[in-house]
T-cell receptor
Framework: DGGITQSPKYLFRKEGQNVTLSCEQNLNHDAMYWYRQDPGQGLRLIYYSQIVNDFQKGDIAEGYSVSREKKESFPLTVTSAQKNPTAFYLC???????????????FGNGTRLTVT | KNEVEQSPQNLTAQEGEFITINCSYSVGISALHWLQQHPGGGIVSLFM???GKKKHGRLIATINIQEKHSSLHITASHPRDSAVYIC????????FGTGTRLQVFP
């Protein structure tokens, strides 16, 4: 079955360490997205990519970095510069390259990152 | 004020009850999404609509563009419907509501 795989499901890191969250999709989707979810808030866009080797900052990109070397993969690195990294991170993809405006989003199951 | 407001924030129901979750927005949109987030955190897209009404099984979504309002209805609710339901609107980006937590008890 096609879908989006995020790993790991839970991740624990010490403050000051960079950490990379994995996101892989086999849906042949062009567009991929990273969202952050915090209690009591709506999902917020961190980065998105419309095509391989290209990506754009979202609303809260500071302290994060991404790469898109393959169509299937869109890893997110949470750097030590991110002030409040503890959160639930969701990866998504869509057929449309137009930031999901005209096609449904497919989500992974998320990674819960805890930084102490 | 948030651009997307959902109500209620929390909802409890007995199995079999008819459920309504509301979403109001203050911006111009091209479409609206209803999403379901399971207790484990994964999100499933339920509907994307830009006008009228859509139905899938026991779920019905309606939208009134003039009134900037959408509703998600669940008929004959079941404990497996327990989840967080999220409304998101398309402007030049997706703006998400904070979700409605639904618990259905047997």
């Amino acid at each position: 079955d096609g879908g989006i795989t995020q790993s790991p499901k839970y991740l624990f890191r010490k403050e000051g360490q960079n950490v990379t969250l994995s996101c892989e999709q086999n849906l042949n989707h062009d567009a991929m997205y990273w969202y952050r979810q915090d209690p009591g808030q709506g999902l917020r866009l961190i980065y998105y990519s419309q095509i391989v080797n290209d990506f754009q900052k979202g609303d809260i990109a500071e302290g994060y970095s991404v790469s898109r070397e393959k169509k299937e993969s869109f890893p997110l690195t949470v750097t030590s510069a991110q002030k409040n990294p503890t959160a639930f991170y969701l990866c998504a993809s869509s057929i449309s390259s137009d930031r999901g405006l005209d096609s449904p989003l497919h989500f992974g199951n998320g990674t819960r990152l805890t930084v102490t | 004020k948030n651009e997307v407001e959902q109500s209620p924030q929390n909802l409890t129901a007995q199995e079999g009850e008819f459920i309504t979750i509301n979403c109001s927005y203050s911006v111009g949109i091209s479409a609206l999404h209803w999403l379901q987030q399971h207790p484990g955190g994964g999100i499933v897209s339920l509907f994307m609509l830009s006008s009228g009404k859509k139905k899938h099984g026991r779920l019905i979504a309606t939208i009134n563009i003039q009134e900037k309002h959408s509703s998600l209805h669940i008929t004959a609710s079941h404990p497996r419907d327990s989840a967080v339901y999220i409304c998101a609107v398309n402007t030049d980006k997706l703006i998400f509501g904070t979700g409605t937590r639904l618990q259905v008890f047997p």
